[in-house]
């Protein structure tokens, strides 16, 4: 019975995953607008692949909302991005022999990623990084101002104060409701 429910659910995951396939979309075609700020298709598959990118599109847009809130209220994001050091080690692509799991996946992402959008991987491993460190950054800050910090890649932070987290987004998302319009499903 056990796998019976396991293929079935199995499947549901798969086909939810065929649903929300961006490979049909071109770069240039916007899916959400905040604040007059547009969200390409591009965007999104830079960051997900194309099988879960759609899945994503509400994070993207929390993201949005978040940088552009952070930048109306003039606050500094420097002191939450990565140092140097610790930036050059995670822009980095992983050797081709690594033995580590973690750094195999990120390898395996880099390739594929950086094949549909025309990059080297070493190229999309480092832009990617910088984005990924740069958004964080806009998010620290932002639950800095808000929580009196917090750290959302944090376990046990989001594990204590995610509740408040979220209740955050949401109400960040209700007043700018206006401002966010989604293109595409």
Request: glycine share 6%; charged share 30%; with cysteine.
């Amino acid at each position: 019975m056990k796998k019976i429910l396991f293929i079935v659910l199995l499947l549901g995951t798969i086909v939810l995953a065929g649903c929300s396939d961006v490979s049909t979309y071109d770069d240039n075609e916007v899916a959400a607008t905040v604040d007059g700020h547009e969200i390409t298709i591009g965007d999104l598959r830079f960051l997900y692949s194309d099988e879960t990118a759609l899945d994503y599109l509400d994070s993207v847009i929390v993201a949005e909302l978040i940088k552009q809130e952070v930048q109306e209220m003039n606050l500094d994001i420097s002191p939450h991005l990565m140092t140097e050091e610790n930036q050059d080690d995670f822009e980095k692509l992983p050797p081709e022999n690594t033995e580590d799991e973690g750094s195999k996946q990120v390898r395996k992402y880099a390739i594929a990623q950086a094949k549909k959008l025309g990059m080297t991987p070493e190229e999309f491993q480092q832009q990617y990084a910088k984005k990924l460190n740069q958004q964080n950054a806009y998010i620290n800050t932002y639950l800095e101002e808000k929580l009196g910090g917090g750290d959302i890649n944090d376990p046990k932070w989001m594990e204590e104060f995610g509740e408040e987290y979220n209740n955050l987004v949401e109400e960040l998302v209700e007043e700018n409701e206006k401002e966010i319009e989604v293109l595409i499903d």
